[in-house]
């Protein structure tokens, strides 16, 4: 059985990664340190898990998911290539950030947070369902013998039991396919209200370090936290507000998250404040060679590494110097 190292708060004053025992058999992998920047609560659906995956990207299910409520802790994070935010748990594994939510770094981690899928019980209840319903058609086919023997059947007592037990399966169907719709809208609806929840937490800190950061100068190339340029600034802000990854140039932030405006496609108009949220990202230029870049804070206005003589500043978005292209990362 393959060994894996997952995240955990050790005995000592920093954190480790250990391994995590499965309610399965699973054998606790052996420890190695690590560091984390953040500690999550998995929030998922009640009852149910949340799969665990080998990479980021085009990642393969590692057949293990983490429980609902369970606490873990973060070593890293990525932004996919749809946009999506996931975390690093362990070694190689990986969990989408959408599904949790931030706890403090004071909060125990879970120890027994991972569960293994359970092949065999799934065939033999598959055998012991087979059997009994073996045992049933038997009891039934000697209970109607029986009763034809004794001459107590009569053919309307037996086409009224066919309609009943035709009526009842129709009424099951009917309640399975219920059943069913409702799961699939509480799970959309659940997962809708994460999402949302997470995105809030997320703009409101992305905002306040974002203002933190006015009045610093400008230097083409910095990184930060001292000076900045365009780029620098957004990679900073999202790093340390909400732990995202972003790349570090226009050219590649242009390509991460969701389009919200492109001035190409609203026929020249320019972008409404009614459509941008707080957190949005604002560029100047074309998508293939963008030359600027901003983060909308909110009431029409934006925080940028301007230029050299202006430095960090927070200004007011204007039809004269409007973006061009308007992306989504939260």
Known sequence: MTKHKLFKLGAAAALTVTGVSAI????????????????????????????IWTNYNKGKFMGYRAKDGTIWNVAETAVDKKGNLWYKVGTREWIEARYTVDVGMDTPASTNAKTKDKVTNVSTKKKSTKK???????????????????????????????????????VKKAKQIVDAAVKKTSKKSTTKRV???????????????AKQQVGKPYAWGANGPDSFDCSSLVQYVFKNAAGMNLPRTTYDQVKVGQTVYQKSQANGQPV????????DLLFW????APYHVAIYIGNNQYVNAATPEQGTILQTMTSYFAPTIVKRVL
């Open 272 to 279: 409404s404040a009614n459509n941008l949220q707080v957190g």
């Open 24 to 51: 399965t058999s699973l054998k606790t992998a052996r420890a190695a340190n690590f560091t984390a920047i953040k500690r999550v609560k998995i929030n998922y659906l009640p009852g149910k898990g949340l799969n």
């Open 285 to 288: 230029g074309s998508e293939s």
């Open 132 to 170: 009994t319903k073996k045992t049933k058609k038997s009891t039934a086919k000697n209970g109607v013998n029986n009763v034809i023997s004794l001459g107590t059947v009569t053919k309307k007592s037996t086409k009224k039991s066919k309609a009943t037990k035709a009526k009842a399966a129709k």
């Open 195 to 209: 999402v949302s929840t997470q995105a809030s937490s997320k703009a409101g800190a992305i905002v306040a370090l």
